[in-house]
């Protein structure tokens, strides 16, 4: 991972040099400290555990700007530690874990500090003040290089010689770094860091970086005007909110800063959003304001515009349910002129109101957003009035309130994968419409389907994590009762599910917690070092308010999410039943988190990760299509077989678009070397030439010797898992053969691997789809496609918006179908809507992409159907009506996944 | 199965009127008190409530030129269309006062007795929404639009009817054939589509038989003064319905009109065979067709029929249920994706703060639409300002639907003798 963060021989900022050796040496540090059996017993996340709650939650960052003279870091410090090693380490550390467990495992031995990462001081942090020198200079553009526009190497570079990356308000362009050659590296002027504000005197953004630079490409030479965006080097103590090894995000996880969250609260008491809880007992003329309130956010009470008109909501609620015998469930209201909506939860006495308005969500997205906040805080702490009456947790509460809140208003429930989540500039963005929400609200997990090879592998470490069988590790017999079981694991690859082997209900629980709490948006954008969360929970399937199984065995239940580059590993353990007594406020324990890491990087190892992105990196192209008016089409179509020529369009923009990101993270100066490790650029990149027909390092290796070998060692991996001898039952065996060769013929084998079209037809016309399965909660659907066109953003925001209606509309069905014969007569449903199964709207769109040409339209349809057998799965598709499709057929499809 | 309906002045809280229709009982004071109470709480605090819904049930408010607030409570049907019903509801209370009456408010028990008038324009406005009970006989109303009969006659009519309205010195008339338009002037297609409506209802409520001479008030383009309207019976089933000044009284209106339609009884005998038909004998459907709804956005005119060629071999109990399924296909899918700007929930005040979404959304234009139900098959296609909703058999291939319902909207709209 980090050797793609490399700079190519930077050598011109001493400081960097030494600040990023600091940097090297601590990384490494880390992986020995794995590799290390015995100096190292305390792991790094140790001192972060919450004191009293036994929480945690541990990120530690890929430094963002970090620069290294070193240009070549040989792989296996990137990759994570070996298992072998690990397992030799762990199985000395087990027995005197547990001897440490049995004195006193909660015995910290370091105070808790917030800012421990003082050592991470010495980094460069580019920090960008608007003020600051501003420099002409005259750049010689590069004569030779310049017809040398390869797909990966961006125009800036070939024609300047210059790297380049953005500021962090991701729109201005930043120097980044030089080309190894390129006469620009010998300019004073321009410094690493610098602001680029123009080329010839026409303003640049990352956006038209490309095309002016394509104006200009048969210049002699061009006049760069750049600004100084104050180099400075930080080094001694800085406030921790300026070290730049942990993104806004990240921060905003982990910290609670009192200060800023009551300034956060104090401004989002002026939009219509709020939370609050009452008790609807307290409510009589004679008790004090405020007394019937339970929990409000944003505070103060007073500002809070829910808590102030809480006696309107309080009598909708009880007097619908006098005159109609059915609660509320959402009102409609005009705050300030603008709309809102407002949320019923009735729980026993209590009534929980949640508002937001309609601009950032529907009166139909709030109701699910609703849900699955509620759902995220039964999970989180039993029940809501546990969860907000005991005051220790209100702090995580307000804390997770004020988060939501901001990011509602300022970039909308969930930023795709391009985009930050910033919570700057509230007031200008909590006005703008934030586009339709479906999947993303609804309580189901995106699932990525890998090929039956990858899926078994994925099983198999799972399998072997829950079984938790360490009986052959030492000689002598451990004597000790366990600590956990594990319920149930389940495995994530940048917030697409890969495996899950927790019962449905606990899945959606989890993914709801992951979602909500903001770990899959992170391994979706940001790839961490690593990650340790750790924390109670309560599972709906041992929930015994909700459930109403008498074999639930008393006990506590941890949920143990271990992440590392854009994967995440969450297991849910149980203490009681069968294991130790649980304590009060466990922490967690470093060997089962180990267990969890080393099951995470055994995945990795077996380069799961990237088959996962190369799958994802496949739109559009494979599965979906790019609206595209069919008059363009029709150009594109000498180039070849329409699938081939769009997917090569689709691979070829992407790198240079990610390129304006991300370059200062991943040029290394030897391109060619560079194997990919869990980046989807460099990934697909191979793809690409293999689909264009030239050798790639991947490609070489006959495909057919990989596959035999890898053949035969599953075979042999097989015949050892069946044995079911237990000498040789644990992974340990694994180590007779190599891992690293499962890995590169799994890559190799798979590498034919591509989803079937779904649609019928010679063109791929699908636009999206999705598969409903509320029951098993899963989602099937398509990577996000990379290429993001405003015209498919439109139609998808429409897609969702009809989504939603169809679903609602195919709710009516269900409902009826669930009801019992006697209640059906007296039922008010309107009988014209009972037997619903499929509804389609067909839709035209401007083409956006071209602004001159209004006559291209993009004609698609819109269809949802439930399909009731053999349990009730819904199928959303939006594709381009110039192919008639069968929507079973389609459904059908969608199930299948890969076929070699 | 239930709707309520009630009106509260604004200023005082008092009920103004309370209305009901199917098993729902009549609301006690303190329940409109308390609804009441609700919308006006928020006032202080900037806060105004629209609607809420629960599981079967929606409930609406809206506030009318700060004097009075119209509530509604509905099951079954969305809380979109009941907000529109409001407005429907509204319109007839100024169509009988007009709005300075309403706006003054004098005195609220003189405004409660000339209300009376409109109770059963209220009543029938009420029978539009889709509670979903089959027993409503008046299943073919929808909210907001009036509804019309295209008979084979009705350019002849037409004719005549041009003749008679520069009689009477007027240019709003209409004749009605079972209480829908069969053909009207120019200027009367150029009130707003509920006022049409609403005059429609008027002239048939209570006693069709005999004349009326009443005086209303066009909600929409004359709210505070008023017209005479006027109503007489040619036929029966028949009627003939104009907005004049004081200038002809009764008795002329009358004579004119025997002398311009008496050689035309044999036009509206022939013309009113074709209810309950409500579109041409001559225009043969494609078989398939268990009923249609045709809809012109622009004007807000609206035909509605069950292909009555199925009744033969159907039961008929099935074909009432017909135009029950097209009215909910209409309100539930067409209103929301084929003609979005009429049905937006917001006040038009409110409009600019939701533009961008309407600006997206108004992107992406629907053209058709459809649903396949177990028992039926439902497909909507928009050409134009004209929208077709086919009704099928569950037999019918889906895309099938597509062509038929093209077939059968050219069909209808190329039809000139209609008038459509």
Sequence with gaps: MESQKLLPQRTQQNVTNESSEDEWSEGSSCTSYYSDSDESTIPDWEPYVDDYSGELLYIECHPFVTQNKDNQKPKETVAPFSKNQLRQSTRGKFLRLIRRRESKRHSKKFPKTPDANDNNTSKVKFQDFQEGEEKDVLLEIDQENKYNLSSN?????????????????????????????????????????????????IEVNVQNLEDILQKFINNTDVLLKLQRVAGIDVTKDPPINELNNESNFVRELLNSKGEDEQLLSQTLCKHPVGIVYINTDKLSENSGEYEDIIYCYPRPLQKNILCGSRGMFLTLNHLLDDLVRSKPKCSSMMYKKRLAHVVYTQCDKNLLLFMLPDNRASAKEIMYINNEIIRLLEFSYETLDKCFTDELKLTQVDHFFSRFFARILSSGLWATAQQFVELQSLSVKSLQVSPHQFENVMPIAPFLNLPDEAKMQIDDALTELEASDYRDWNEEPLDCQRLFTVLGSVIYHSGYLLASHLIHEDLVDVHCFCRQQGLLHLSRTEPVKSLVLWKEVFPNSCNKNKVENENVPDGRRYLLVVGSAKNLLAVIMEAGGCTEPPEENMGPDAFYVEEAQATLAHIQELGLPELADRLLSLNPGFQVASPVPLSNKRKNEFIGSISLSKSATGLKESPRKNEVTSILKRRSSDQNFVLPYNSSTSLHDDCYSEDSGSQECCSEISDESGARSRRSKCEYDEDLSDNDDFNDGSQMSNSSFDVSEIRQSLLNETEDYRPIQITAGQENVLYHFLQLDTAEGILICPPESRVQSQTLQLVLSNFRRCCQKIHSLLQNTLRFKNMPVPEMSKSLMNKSLIAIKEHGILFECPYLEEKENKKNKIVYWVIGRLIYMPHPKEVYVCYNESVPQNLVELAFKMNIGVIT | MSANVMCVSSASGLPIFSRKKGNAENLPFSTIGSLNGVHMFGKPINLEVLNTVTEDYSVAWKEYHDCVKIIGIASGCSVEILTKLLDSVFSAVVLIVGLEEIKSQRNIER??????????????????????????????????????????????????????????????????????VATATESWWNLHPDEIKLLSILANSENSNISKDIPVFLPYKSPTVAFRFVALKLISDVQLCCLCGPAPVLKDIEHSATQCFKSSADIFATAVQCHPRNFPSSTQLDSSILGFLLLNTSQGKYVISKNPQQNSTKKPASSSHRLDILRTFFYQAVTCFLVTEDFKIENSNYKETSKDQLDVDDLNIGTETYWCSEYHKCHAMKINDNILCVLYGSSVPTHAMRLITEKTLKMLISDKQVCW
């Design chain 1, 153 to 201: 190497v961006s125009l800036a570079e070939s024609l300047l010689g210059l790297n380049v990356s953005t500021l962090s308000d991701g729109n201005r362009v930043m120097i980044a770094g030089f080309s190894l050659d390129s006469k620009s590296k010998n300019e004073r002027n321009i410094k690493i860091g610098d602001w680029l504000k123009s080329i010839n005197d």
């Design chain 2, 111 to 180: 405004l409660k007795r000339e209300l009376r008038v409109c109770y059963p324009i209220i009543d029938r406005l009420l029978d539009s929404l889709d509670c979903g009970d089959s027993t409503n006989k008046n299943s073919s109303d929808l909210v907001g639009l009036a509804e019309v009969i295209l008979c084979t006659e009705n350019h002849l009519i037409q004719i005549v009817l041009d003749s008679f309205t520069e009689c009477v010195d007027s240019m709003f008339s209409s004749i009605l054939i079972h209480g829908k």
